[in-house]
């Protein structure tokens, strides 16, 4: 009987190792090089899901090429709804990896960590208090385009996949529009959970210098300020410091003022919401961008995010009621009277007349002048550290104010646009009959566009706003959006004409531009000169048109046109904002 206790022993044993054998990544058995393709990061994760009760692998959706999305629910107790684990007591931590499949650190380091933390039980305390989303693979159909001539700069893996999506959007510029499936379902995914803190995984392409890992957060204005002031007074100093204490020394994710040129200074800014950590502060979440540096080795990248992602669950379990509490209240902002002359800023830039002098750890470099053009090129010597002390513009400021509407109206018939609205979970009303409003637009003049499509649009390069009043009937079934909501920031940056990555500067509305109806000569001159005579204020506005550009007489279509737009044949929705905005 002994014996066979021993042996029963001795073979459990065996088994155990096997089944932690079994769960050594691609990664790691490939001596750190390689990064795994598609199906078999699905495998693994199902073999994550059958390891530990405390992981549960499902997807969140469908990519056009018919890929599952796939998702790894981390949970102590095993739960795996936001209402369970909220009333656990717990918050969320969604990580995102190769939203970029060209970039795979986030999937291979994420591999390891849930493994270690779920079925190994290394730094398992980190789960008391935080529960783990992750996507190891975002971009699946992107992934799939697997080749080692994806990334031109980068050293390792053997091969990895392909930036954009098979529809060739970059899903990292379409977190606020929403064109791709992948995004659609993304943001599904994520107004369900709201996750307290948000993580994604990228490797920056760009100038050489020291750091392994850079990181940006969004501390410029254009998030929450409670939440701004715990990421920088709690969340970066400790952040910073684990990670030296790994011997990963950071910087913020920084460009330089001019490209390539180290010695022009340092720059970094507000990320717009199409942009993931962008789209997160707008909605009232803190998200961490990490950028690994392509031209170390794949190895320490990988490492290096792994022990930021694993950093980030201890600060935020140590943390997580002050967190949960700056979230409240930013999400709780709205009491009776605060949307009335309430300013939100919708664009920043930078603010180049200040900067404060930094250390940052480059490398040695040359300039040299091409011998094919003109330019000149850098060459680093990453043999050579340097402790450059540089400039560090971080200073921003907004280029862009609104005084907040109480409510904004979008008729019924724009459903592409009702469609994204209700895809960024907002809260809404339908109007179940024609009703009138006085509204507060806008008209605009002289659009310009891009040359060339950019993500698919053909978007507004430079536009005159000018704000209109009046009353307007909106039809049955159009949408009634207050104001007074957790995710009014969301509404303002999607609906506001000169926000920053707005529907309307994509382009979503150029059909407002483009005049149905004209008139012909033969009708047009005899009206214009009876027009002329009726009307002194015409005949000053015509002057002051031909002085301004003596040879625009010459252009019969267009000043012809130009008193068409002046009579009362005009079409009154030409170049005004169909959605209406009330005060
Ligand atoms: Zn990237």
């Known amino acids: 009987m002994k014996k066979f206790v021993l042996l029963w022993v001795a073979l459990h044993g065996l088994f155990a190792l096997c089944a932690q054998d079994e769960l050594i990544t691609h990664y790691e058995s490939s001596g750190y090089l390689e990064t795994p393709r598609y199906n078999e990061t699905i495998a693994y994760c199902k073999k994550l899901d059958e390891a530990s009760d405390k992981i549960f692998y499902t997807s969140f959706g469908v990519s056009p090429q018919g890929r599952a999305l796939p998702l790894l629910i981390v949970d102590k107790d095993g739960l795996t709804t936001p209402e369970t684990i909220r009333e656990a007591g717990r918050i969320v931590l969604l990580v995102e990896c190769c939203i970029h499949p060209g970039e795979p650190e986030g999937k291979d380091a994420l591999l390891m960590l849930v493994r270690d933390l779920a079925v190994r039980g290394l730094h398992a305390e980190a789960l008391n208090g935080v529960s783990l989303l992750v996507i190891p693979i975002f971009n699946v159909d992107g992934h799939e385009r697997f080749s080692a001539y994806n990334r031109i700069n ?244 907004v280029e862009k104010e609104i005084r907040m509407p109480t409510a904004y109206l979008v008729p019924v018939e724009w459903s592409e646009i009702i469609e994204k609205i209700i895809a960024h979970g907002i809260e809404y009303e339908v109007l179940d009959q024609d009703t009138e409003y006085e509204i507060s637009g806008y008209r605009f003049r002289a659009p310009e566009w891009y040359a060339t499509p950019y993500e698919n649009h053909m978007r507004i390069r430079d536009v005159e706003v000018e704000e209109i009043t009046g009353r307007r009937v909106f039809p049955a079934g159009s949408l009634y959006i207050p104001m007074c909501q957790r995710a009014a920031k969301v509404v303002a940056f999607l609906l506001e004409p000169e926000a920053d990555g707005s529907l309307f500067s994509w382009g979503f509305f150029n059909s407002i531009f483009e005049q149905k109806e004209y008139s012909e000569t033969y009708v047009m001159e005899p009206m214009a000169l009876k027009m002329l005579r009726e009307d002194p204020a015409l005949q000053e506005a015509f002057e002051a048109r031909k002085k301004k550009q003596p040879d625009w007489v010459n252009n019969q279509w267009e000043v012809m046109n130009w008193f068409y737009g002046r009579s009362l044949w005009a079409d009154p929705k030409l170049r005004v904002y169909p959605v209406g905005r009330l005060y």
């Open 154 to 397: 980068q050293n390792g893996p053997k091969e990895m996949g392909w930036r954009v999506t098979a529809q060739n959007y970059n899903l990292n510029r379409d977190f606020l529009k929403a064109d791709a499936p992948e995004m659609q379902q993304w943001l599904a995914l994520y107004t369900h959970w709201l996750p307290e803190f948000f993580i994604d995984c990228h490797t920056t392409d760009g100038a050489d210098y020291q750091y392994v890992i850079t990181y940006a957060l969004e501390t410029f204005g254009n998030m929450d300020p409670g939440i701004t002031q715990w990421l920088t007074d709690t969340y970066e100093p400790a952040l910073v410091d684990r990670m030296f204490g790994s011997g990963f020394p950071v910087f913020r994710y920084v460009s330089f003022r001019q490209w390539h040129n180290p010695k022009s200074g340092l720059r970094t800014s507000a990320s717009p919401p199409m942009l993931s950590q962008g789209y997160t502060a707008i909605q009232n979440r803190p998200g961490l961008l990490i950028e690994t540096h392509m031209l170390k080795p794949y190895q320490p990248r990988v490492e290096s995010t792994y022990g930021m992602v694993l950093h980030t669950l201890n600060i935020l379990n140590a943390e997580k009621n002050n967190l949960t509490t700056a979230i409240q209240q930013a999400d709780q902002w709205c009491t009776s009277d605060a949307v009335k002359d309430k300013k939100l800023p919708i664009a920043f830039r930078n603010d180049w007349s200040d900067s404060t002098m930094v250390e940052f750890l480059g490398v040695e470099y040359r300039e040299k002048r091409s011998e094919l053009t003109s330019g000149v090129w850098y060459e680093y010597d990453s043999t050579k550290p340097v402790t450059f002390t540089l400039p560090m513009f971080e200073k921003v400021k």
